[in-house]
Structures are given as C-alpha cells and as structure tokens.
C-alpha cells in the first residue's frame, strides 16, 4: 500500500533562515506528489505539485521542491522562512492511476521564531 | 467567490444524535471528497465520489454516508454519532481529466465535537 512518512513532527526555525522539510514515499508507480500547507483553523492550500518532467517544481510563496527517484523523497525548501510560514506542512501521493486517493503524510509543524 | 464552502464551520452535538455536514463547490469540478482530520492532525480520505463512482474508504463505518444531490454538492451525513467522531472534516474538489490526477481544493473545515 502508498504510504508517506514526514520524519518530522515539529520543526522551528528563525525568521530569514532556510527551511527543508523532508518527505519520503512508498508507491509503486510514478508518483504524483504534492505538499499542501494548513495555517491554523484553516483548510489546506496546494503549495506545489510533481507529475512529471523537471525534478525541481517551484511553487507559491516562494517554496521548492525537488523530487529524487533513487531516495523516493520529495523535499520542500524555502531559502528564507518569514514568520507567516509558521503551519502545518503536509507532504502526500496520489495513490492510484485515476489520482482519486490521495494518501497525506502524518505534517509536519513548522514554527518560526522571531 | 469562495470555491470549496462547508456548513456549519462547528458542530456541538450529543452522542447518539444524527447530523448532517454540508459541502459546496463553485469550480465545476467533477470530483469531490471527504476527509477526517484526527486531533493529531493526520489526514485520512473517506470517500470520493464523481457522478459515476463512489469510492468508499473501506475503515469508514457505515454510519457514515455521502449524499449528492447533484455535482456541485456532497453532503456528509452521520448516524448515531459516537466520541470517536470528533474531529475536523474536510471537503475537497478536483478536476478530474482523463487518468490524471490535479491538485484537491479544500474547503474551510468543520469540527465537529462529541459529548
């Protein structure tokens, strides 16, 4: 079965500094992969997307992502985290051909110091 | 112009009760789900649905059940609640073309509290 693990529960991190927040997957196919971010009593908002061809998918408010095959991992970055990024992050794979299933990883909780 | 909407946004009830969970989308998409956000925060699908198929999470208990009464619309309804069943839940859309999979839409959340 798809699964995806985010190893991290809860990262914090300073306002300016860079971020990565890791994501690993288990499919068996191609994956479609997605990192979705939920702000506090809010729903979730698409950050970015991977269905094929360029391995680096750049997404809104300045997050990226790099897809590598070999380490079934699909890590979102940004280079420099501003205190409205404090959320929850979560990281998931669509899980079968029609993309209907989408299997989410556990989040992981990003805080952001002053 | 909100695009993925949810009533109530918070739902008190007692247990035992039935209670239904409203859901609306203005994208014309063709997909729509529902998701329960546990107090860990983790996520789990319940149901897809698209005017042709139901896909029902085969952990969801009967007690739950979808409804649409047409494809702007998937209601959530929920028999002889239980403490278990509070929760936040999430309704989505997507456009579904062909096999492929496009991002989901998700709507504002509805929690709901058990007592």
């Known amino acids: 079965a798809q699964s995806v693990t985010q190893p991290d529960i809860h990262i914090t991190v300073s306002e300016g500094a860079s971020l990565e927040l890791r994501c690993n997957y288990s499919?068996?196919?191609?994956?479609?992969l997605f990192w979705y971010v939920q702000s506090p009593g809010q729903g979730l908002q698409l950050l970015l997307k991977?269905?094929?061809?360029?391995?680096l998918v750049q997404g809104i408010k300045g997050f990226e992502a790099e897809f590598k095959r070999s380490q079934s991992s699909f890590n979102l970055r940004k280079p420099s985290v501003h205190w409205s990024d404090a959320a929850e992050y979560f990281c998931?794979?669509?899980?079968?051909?029609?993309?209907?299933?989408?299997?989410f990883g556990p989040g992981t909780r990003l805080s952001v110091l002053p | 112009d909100t695009a993925v909407s949810q009533t109530p946004k918070y739902l008190v009830t007692q247990m035992g009760n039935d209670k239904s969970i409203k859901c609306e989308q203005n994208?014309?998409?063709?997909?729509m789900y529902w998701y329960k956000q546990d107090s860990k925060k983790f996520l789990k699908i319940m149901f897809s649905?698209?005017?042709?198929?139901?896909?029902i999470n085969e952990t969801v208990p009967n007690r739950f059940s979808p409804k649409s009464p047409d494809k702007a619309h998937l209601n959530l309804h929920i028999n002889s609640l239980e403490l278990g069943d509070s929760a936040v839940y999430f309704c989505?859309?997507?456009?579904?073309?062909?096999?492929?999979?496009?991002?989901?839409?998700f709507g504002p959340g509805t929690r709901l509290t058990v007592t």
């Open positions: 989505a859309s997507s456009p579904l073309k062909g096999k492929a999979s496009y991002e989901q839409y």
């Open positions: 499919y068996g196919a191609t994956p479609y």
């Open positions: 991977y269905f094929s061809g360029d391995t």
């Open positions: 998931a794979v669509a899980a079968d051909n029609y993309g209907q299933n989408f299997v």
């Open positions: 994208l014309g998409h063709d997909t």
């Open positions: 649905y698209n005017n042709k198929e139901l896909i």
